[in-house]
């Protein structure tokens, strides 16, 4: 069960992310971590999306930012995590490969969230 959980959260691109999908593979979310995440791009909506994993809507990376704020986790830049986090802290590092257009739509969520990515 566990790997059929984990085989449709790669499918869907990870976009619904949550303990429901984490907990039946041992993952807990309060731990101490340094969570690494690379998106591709954010869509206005999923229609036309070829491809599962480059699937990540506004909404859904609004609710994301959202979920690990609310889970305590702190938004760290790469520059942060080269020069050493504390041991016992909950992190997040994202980065966005390509440097596509559509990362422009999110800049504001980011602003509002004072969120350091890496494009």
């Known amino acids: 069960m566990a790997r059929t959980l984990l085989e449709r959260a790669l499918r869907d691109g ?7 999908v984490l907990a039946p593979l041992g993952v807990r979310l309060e ?3 340094l969570l690494s995440f690379l998106f591709h791009g954010v869509f206005e909506s999923r229609a036309g999306v070829v491809h599962p994993q480059e699937a990540m809507t506004t909404s859904d990376f609004e609710h ?3 979920y690990f ?10 520059a942060e995590v080269e020069s050493g986090l504390e041991e016992q802290g909950r992190y997040v590092c994202m980065t966005f490969d390509d440097g596509y257009a559509s990362t422009a ?5 980011l602003r509002t969230y004072a969120i350091p990515v890496a494009v």
Do not use: K, Q
């Open 14 to 20: 990870l976009t619904g992310l949550d303990e429901r």
């Open 31 to 33: 731990r101490p971590a």
């Open 64 to 66: 994301f930012v959202e």
């Open 69 to 78: 704020c609310n889970a305590g986790y702190r938004f760290v830049s790469i």
């Open 105 to 109: 739509r999110i800049v504001e969520l």
